[in-house]
């Protein structure tokens, strides 16, 4: 059985990267999210990279190993006057740093193209070699 090609493997990793922006989006969308209580608050989430190691070729590529919520407090804050606020005048917010999450997304993105340019690289390449036939 033939190990895995060059394009399975890049659509490998940027499915990966889609996965990382996704979650970076969903945090940027629950930054500032309040809850009634601090395990309702949303806690941001972290994609798990995992490496694949195709023995018979000895390519490794990429999968994602899942997606996980992060082990951060929610940030309590004195709000009496909030709908949501529990019978101490309190609300939960999502601990989301806006900035890293944009830096998350910009690497993932980064990635992506990186990949995209590659795989176009490789597949003109190829016509190229079957022109030159």
Known sequence: MAGPTFFEIGHRAMSAQLT??????SNLANAGSVAG???EAYRPMRTVFEQ????ASG?????VGG????DVAP????DPGHPLADENGDVWEAPVDENSEMVEMLEASRQYRNMVEAMSTAKQLMLET???K
């Open 67 to 70: 997606v996980v919520r992060e």
């Open 20 to 25: 990382r922006m996704n979650t970076a989006a």
């Open 59 to 63: 390519l490794s590529s990429v999968r």
């Open 75 to 78: 940030i309590r804050r004195h």
């Open 130 to 132: 079957m022109r030159m």
């Open 37 to 39: 209580s601090e395990e």
């Open 52 to 55: 694949e190691l195709d023995r």
